[in-house]
Structure formats: C-alpha cells, structure tokens
C-alpha cells in the first residue's frame, strides 16, 4: 500500500477539491408556453408525466410539490434529452395557527444540460421558468448548484392562504438532464427555517458505462491501484477496493457466501427476480476461486461483459480470448486461478462516465 507523505501539493489538491465543489448559480431565463414546448417538440405540443407529493407543512387543505417530465422529440432541439419541471403549489393550503411559507427547495438532480436556448434570445441557458401562458405568480431569485444538489431560492416566499383558494404557486420551473427520471426526495425549506422531506422526481442518478477500456489501461496510476471490484462498480478509488471494507464488514475468507454478503453491505443490492436491475442500477456478476481470490465481471451498456482483473488491463475477452456474452459460461480459468464458483448477480449505481460510480466502495 502507498501511502503518500503530507505535502504541499495535496493541500493544494484539497483546495482545488473545495474551489470546484463552491456554488455555481445556474442562468435562469423567464419564458412563455407554450413557445417553450417548441424546445422538445417540433410541433410544440409536448407529453407530459406528472406527479405530485403534498409538503408537510402546518396547514389544512391541499397542497404539493409537483414533478414533470418529457422526453425531446426528434426534430427538436432536444431530441433525446429529458425535460423536468417543477411547481410548488399551496393555493388550497389554508394555515392553522399562522400563514406557513416557502422559501426555497433543494433537489439532487447531477448535470444539467446548458447547451438549449429557452428564451430564445440565442445563448444557451441552464433553468427556465414559465412565467406566461402557465399556472403560478412566483419565479426564481436564483437556482445555485453545488455538487449535484440545486437550490431554488424563490422571488419571493410562496404562501398558504387564510381560506382555500388563498394561497399561492409558483410557476413551473424547468430544466433538462441527459438522465431518465427516477424518484428523489427533495427538501422543501419554509421561512422559519424548518426543512420538510417530499417527494419528487429528478434525474436517475445510476447509470450503465459503455465498454472504453482505455480509460482504466493507463499502465500507471489507474491500472494498477484499481482491481476487479472498482471496474464491476465502475469506481475508480486508487486504493484496490475491497467488498464491505468501506463498510467496515469485509469478507474474512474468500468464500461466495463472505464475498456476496461484503458487498451487500457496501450498499450493492442482489439482482432482482427480474432479472433487471431497477434505477438505472448495472448488473455486475461474482465468482471465487475458494479460499483464493474473488473476481467480478460488468455487464456493459453495448449488452456485453467486460471485467478487470487484478491491477492487468481492463478487457472484453474471457481467459480463451472470446468474447463474454455470459460470464457463467465464460472461460474464467488462467494458469494460477481458477474461479470455479458463481455466486451470483449483484446491481450497482454505476455510471455512463468511465471510473465515476456512485456506490461507497474503497
Ligand atoms: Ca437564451
């Protein structure tokens, strides 16, 4: 194990970490329906998926944070992208003992797409809000993204009302990712500061990489600091990652049962009756050679397997230089291992970006 002195230079890396981790406020263009629809659809008519989830706020009545999204249409400017939208309605919310209002919301949404122009004025923009032609009074003051969390400040606070039919709404709200939606829970802020989980609906966060295994062969820090079990989960750690280690339930010996059950507690799910794994998740596949090693192979976006082992190159073959359609059935024996034994399928939060999972593995 390397382990590097304290120096200048990580602290100079850590700095860097903190700048590119500081708040970036996203541009937020008003815009009119339905000449935004015009964006996703060539016709300007767009399909739509809505739900909704009531705030816990202390009011009677009705209220809720709606989520909707649409896919772009071919011909259109967002052809293939997944359009979001978001509204926070209290006009039926009737408040008990004072007028409850809401100042903010914050969603883990990941990257957003700043290549479309909503307004139409020809620079791209990255948050739109509908603020004609929709439902709503209320508008942005900002939307500030740091990581993959956006807050939505509003123009000003949105209020339940002292009757039904009293309070507000916001307008919709939109942007786009390149992601599949999946549910989140967003954290819906009122202005006395209290903060109420709801749910919604925002980017799949997991997703499959393709088969680009020049990514993980760089004959240097990559390749060799990053075993089988970083390739399977697509997460690069520098620090040959070891099922359940981040989770302080390693494997103590090299059994299917003690491996499988590791990684189960790394947060990795077993494959479901399905045989699909929900959420965008990858499906990744165990083997052990007993009481010698463990190995994992991926199953790739292209419907191919890959796997990585050891700190050796990355590649799509099995041990006979054939091609994995099906790791069961592939040759996954070499001149010192032999790893004879299946243990089963496992999904992880991978991602479409070589070395970039999301599960907590080290
Ligand atoms: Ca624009």
């Known amino acids: 194990m390397n382990k590097k002195p304290f ?200 997703g499959i990489p393709p088969y680009n295994p020049s990514y993980w062969n760089d004959g240097g820090t990559i390749q060799h600091n990053n075993n089988c079990y970083n390739y399977a989960n697509n997460k690069r750690t520098d620090t040959y990652a070891q099922p359940g280690r981040a989770a302080g339930a390693m494997y103590s010996n090299l059994t299917c049962t003690e491996v499988y059950n590791a990684a189960i507690a790394d947060g990795l799910v077993p494959l479901p009756a399905s045989g699909n794994c929900p959420d965008g998740k990858a499906k990744i596949a165990l083997f052990v050679d007993p009481g010698v090693d463990y190995h994992w192979y991926r199953l790739d976006r292209g419907g191919m397997w890959s796997h990585k082992p050891g700190a050796t190159q990355a590649t799509n073959l099995d041990n006979s230089g054939n091609p994995i359609s099906n790791p069961e059935t592939a040759d996954r024996c070499g001149d010192w291992l032999c790893y004879t034994d299946f243990c089963g399928y496992l999904c992880c939060c991978s991602d479409e970006i070589q070395g970039q999972g999301h599960e907590n593995i080290n």
Do not use: H, W
Request: proline letters at 8%.
């Open 7 to 206: 120096s200048y230079l990580y602290m100079s890396a850590l700095v860097l970490v903190v700048l590119f981790t500081a708040a970036c406020p996203l541009k937020v263009v008003n815009v009119s329906a339905p000449d935004i629809n015009c964006v996703f659809d060539p016709s300007c008519r767009i399909t739509v998926t809505d739900s909704s989830a009531p705030i816990p706020i202390p009011a009677e009545g009705t209220n809720f944070l709606q989520s909707r999204t649409f896919v772009g249409k071919p011909g259109s400017p967002a052809n293939g992208l997944y359009g979001y939208e978001y509204r926070i309605d209290l006009r039926n919310a009737v408040g008990i003992t004072y007028i409850p209002c809401i100042s903010s919301m914050i969603i883990e949404f990941g990257p957003v797409v700043s290549t479309l122009d909503y307004d139409g004025d020809g620079s791209s923009d990255q948050v739109f809000v509908i603020t004609s032609g929709g439902l709503g009074s209320i508008g942005l003051a900002s939307a500030d993204k740091i990581g993959n969390e956006i807050t939505f400040t509003f123009s000003s606070p949105v209020c339940a009302g002292g009757r039904p039919g009293d309070g507000q709404s916001t307008y919709f709200f939109g942007l786009v990712s390149t992601k599949p939606p999946g549910f989140v829970t967003a954290k819906v802020k009122e202005t006395t500061g209290t903060v109420y989980n709801v749910q919604a609906r925002a980017p799949q966060k997991c």
